[in-house]
């Protein structure tokens, strides 16, 4: 059984007053969404930078209207100011945390969109620890919901952290199974953390704070919108070390979830069932283009490479381990040769590139790349392209 519990406490670096306040204002400013925010971030470096900067240098990294919105404070932005301090304030287990928190899962920076910004209730180390998503249709038949509870129990038992998303049917009864085992569960929700959604699932979000975590990138106060949970459901597959299926229809959130986890490379695990069951034809579909059939949980710990998961022990918070942002100054070190100013720009050259290649010449980890790109680019030194390809802007 592996250990899921890193031995040394995880705690997130309190955000202060000044800097929690330009979190939330970058983050809620209309317009500036994920990809407005990396910009600017980008630029000028943190959110204090960003509005101590002039209209006229906003505008070298957004357009007009969006560097006019950042003039102004959104609306209703000193109530949410003070309802986050005050919510933070309630209990010891609450925390924003953003990308440079060395309390961050290193895992989600794998991703090629990680959430900037992350709310959190419960013990962060299960953040850290080695998981598996499980997830389904709102509507599964009574096997598909014993078989959601089962799979998370045992899976638990093996020592997997199980990450689902609090939602009605196959969600919930993956959350139930994973208390009923010694590991905790992670609920990656799309609502502010101060909601619950559904309403039904208030007693077992209770029991998750207390044997596991919530996690959201929507502030407080932020509805159960329909665009929010597609979104929210790659955090899911960033999670996991692989996304299992146990029922979904063809045309469903889980399929997107197997997707995402399919190309960060994650492994895809499928339960099949009957040929009648609408519910099951999602994973059959998802059997047919190569995910891995499941009958048994051996056959998901099969798949899951002792190798693998020494790597994920490794990214957590053990006695050897090297934090998220250990990781990243390693990454960083200036090689011998004063001709190459840092290794992943020498790796680069002139040329876009894509991930693997880099991986190839730097020799680095995925994870250990990924953390080095992420800072590259939040520097201004290169441009993430579509497909996971790299160019480089300016030598540093």
Same mark, same amino acid.
């Given at each position: ?24 204002? #970058? ?25 101590? /900067? *002039? ?60 959430? #900037? ?19 389904? *249709? ?5 096997? &598909? ?36 085992? !010694? $590991?905790? *569960? ?32 929507? !502030? ?5 919108? !329909? ?69 048994? $949980? ?44 840092? !290794? ?12 693997? *290649?880099?991986?190839?010449?730097? &020799? ?15 520097? &201004? /030194? ?15």
């Amino acid at each position: 059984m592996l250990n899921p519990l890193p031995t040394t406490p995880v705690r997130a670096a309190p955000l202060g007053t000044d800097e929690l306040a330009a979190w939330l204002r #970058l983050m809620e400013t209309p317009g500036v969404g994920r990809l407005g925010a990396r910009r600017l971030l980008s630029r000028f470096g943190s959110p204090q930078e960003i509005f101590r /900067a *002039t209209e006229r240098e906003w505008r070298l990294a957004v357009d007009g209207a969006l560097a006019a919105a950042l003039t102004r404070e959104p609306e209703g932005f000193a109530a949410l100011l003070s309802r986050t301090q005050t919510w933070l304030a309630a209990a010891p287990h609450r925390a924003v945390l953003t990308l440079g928190d060395a309390a961050y899962p290193s895992r989600l920076l794998e991703l090629p969109d990680p959430p #900037l910004v992350l709310y959190a209730e419960g013990s962060l180390h299960w953040l850290h620890a080695p998981a598996i998503a499980i997830v389904g *249709t709102r509507h599964p038949t009574p096997t &598909g919901r014993e078989n959601a509870r089962h799979f998370a129990r045992e899976l638990s038992q093996a020592g997997w952290v199980i990450v689902s998303g609090l939602a009605a049917g196959i969600d919930g009864q993956a959350h139930e199974g994973a208390l009923e085992g !010694p $590991c905790g *569960t992670v609920a990656v929700v799309g609502t502010g953390l101060d909601q619950v959604y559904p309403r039904s699932h208030r007693g077992l979000a209770e029991r998750i704070t207390q044997a596991g975590v919530i996690l959201s990138e929507y !502030p407080l106060g932020a509805a159960p919108l !329909p665009a929010h949970f597609p979104q929210r459901n790659r955090i899911l597959a960033g999670l996991g070390a692989g996304t299992l299926v146990v029922e979904a229809a063809v045309q469903s959130g889980s399929l997107i979830t197997a997707r995402l986890a399919a190309e960060c490379g994650r492994e895809v695990f499928a339960i099949p069932g009957s040929i009648h069951n609408v519910q099951a034809r999602g994973c059959h579909a998802l059997i047919k283009q190569g995910a891995k059939l499941v009958e048994t $949980c051996e056959d998901v710990l099969d798949e899951l490479r002792p190798g693998r998961v020494a790597q994920l022990i490794l990214s957590g918070f053990d006695d050897g381990a090297e934090t998220a942002q250990t990781k990243s100054e390693a990454a960083l070190e200036e090689p011998a040769d004063p001709a190459c100013d840092h !290794p992943v720009l020498a790796a680069l050259g002139d040329e876009p590139t894509a991930l693997d *290649t880099l991986q190839l010449r730097t &020799g680095l980890s995925a994870s250990e790349l990924t953390v080095a790109l992420l800072d590259l680019e939040l520097t &201004g /030194a290169i441009e993430r392209l579509p497909g996971q390809i790299f160019q480089r802007l300016a030598r540093v």
